[in-house]
């Protein structure tokens, strides 16, 4: 492994999945502005991610369709017959 190249910030940031709200605590180098409470009563930067190992359809073996900021809608409306 190449000396140097590394990031050496890591910190403990949360993770919250907004399509379902679950949480983790891991360690990250992105950066956020925002915190939040996390369980053991230490304030984090939290980062926010639509889908996630909780919520994806791979993971969960579910067939569930996830509809980030109305993208199916907007394929139906474009692409529908005109009657």
């Not at 910030?9 to 605590?25: A, C, E, H, I, P």
């Not at 993971?59 to 109305?70: E, F, I, P, R, S």
């Amino acid at each position: 492994m190449k000396q140097g190249i590394h990031p050496e910030s890591y910190r403990f940031v949360v993770f919250k999945d907004m399509s379902n709200g679950t949480s983790f605590l891991s360690k990250s180098t992105a950066q956020t502005k925002e915190t939040i409470q996390w369980e053991d009563g230490k304030e984090y930067p939290v980062i926010k991610l639509e889908i996630s190992n909780t919520s994806h359809p791979f993971y969960t073996g579910k067939n569930v369709l996830v509809d980030t900021a109305g993208r199916i809608d907007k394929f139906k409306k474009r692409y529908a017959k005109k009657d």
